[in-house]
């Protein structure tokens, strides 16, 4: 056994009895004692009990319906009750195990055996309750997997087939095309535009194994100072399609001015950075009525924090504004499963920054997010 001395109650109407279980057990357990079963409960109930020593002829309540009160309750019916009487009928003792009891101890007592039978009872209450905490252990981790095969079969249904299936003509085209020759600078500039998106697909896919690690809380954030400037206008240029379809302009501004080619750096990392940005870009693309104006504002004159703000003039709808940043939270879209502000959510705050949404009919939606501006140094990697 541990070197936890466990609390034995010791319950009998005659003095002598107590006094003798005293001399018996006090060595090796702290004890408590009753004189009736009225004290015995009431002390059940105050006390952290181990074992029950339990005399059955007590005036008033015997120790059958002590047994059935404390089975009755909550905080008492796992206590382990080893009867103790001068009765040996059959009959007697099959009534006490069937209220619950474990056990029998014929008087008079045999120290060696009252003791024998203690030890052995309190090792199997320890025994059940190591398993108990196994099982209650097992059955959280059970629902964690549960949880995390989940979010893995997501991942690998985006893989395979929202991700990975365009891949091969994106990237291997361009380069048969290239072959053929005859092509003027601007049509060789476009090829190459599709071929580094085809591998920046291949990197977004490695970027959702990294946010099921975020959801799991294994993911290993690595700062560095990441030119945010760089990634808004490289995401601007790969979204033009985006831009001539709907008829947009982008006004992207630097502490309320033009940026021009003036660059800002924060602190976090480049692939989750631009991830983060292209996907909030996209949908403020996607959400924003037609011959309309999308404007990107970067703010950096606080000391320790960047702000980029993406506002569009389209709503979000109510139906699902309380619920913006929630996993599989889409609507009115004919594709999209919903994880785009999700993994913005999940990516801004594993680099120790914010994000938040505001909309309205009125004034369109705005999503702001906030990162550290670190110590300052050199971009972070290339995209």
Known sequence: MTDKRWRILVVDDEPNNLQLMMQVL?????????????????????????????????????????????????????????????????????KGLELGAIDYIA?????????????????????R???????????????????????????ERITRHDLKTPLNAIISLPQFIRMEGNLSEDQTDNLKMIEESGLRMLNMINLSLDLFRMERGMYQFQ??????????????????????????????????????????????????????????????????????????????????????????????????RDRFFEKYITSGKKSGIGLGTYSARLIAEIQGGSIDMDTSDEKGTTVTVRLSKGHGGSSGGKI
Do not use: W
Request: charged share 30%; with cysteine.
């Open 129 to 155: 309750e190591k398993i108990e905490k196994q099982k209650k252990r097992l059955e959280d981790q059970n629902r964690e997997l549960l949880k995390a095969a989940q979010f893995r079969e997501d991942v």
């Open 223 to 320: 700062p560095d100072m990441v030119n945010i400037s760089r990634i808004v206008n490289k995401i601007i240029n790969e979204m033009r399609y985006y831009i001539e379809m709907k008829d947009l302009s982008v006004n992207i501004l630097l502490n309320g001015s033009p940026a021009g080619n003036k660059e800002v750096f924060l602190q976090g990392e480049t692939l989750l950075c631009y991830s983060m940005l292209a996907n909030l870009i996209k949908n403020a693309f996607e959400a924003s009525p037609e011959k309309e104006q999308l404007t990107i504002a970067i703010d950096d004159s606080n000391d320790s924090t960047g702000i980029i703000s993406i506002h569009n003039k389209g709503a979000v709808p109510e139906d699902i």
């Open 26 to 94: 006090n060595d090796h357990y702290q004890l408590a004692f009753a004189a009736n079963g009225s004290k015995a409960l009431e002390i059940a109930q105050k006390l952290e009990t181990d074992l029950i020593l339990l005399d059955i002829m007590m005036p008033d309540m015997d120790g059958y319906e002590v047994c059935r009160k404390l089975k009755a309750e909550e905080r008492t019916r796992n206590i382990p009750i080893i009867f103790v009487t001068a009765r040996d009928d059959i009959e007697d003792e099959t």
């Open 107 to 127: 008087k008079p007592i045999s120290p060696s055996i009252v003791k024998a039978r203690v030890k052995n009872h309190i090792e199997l209450k320890i025994a």
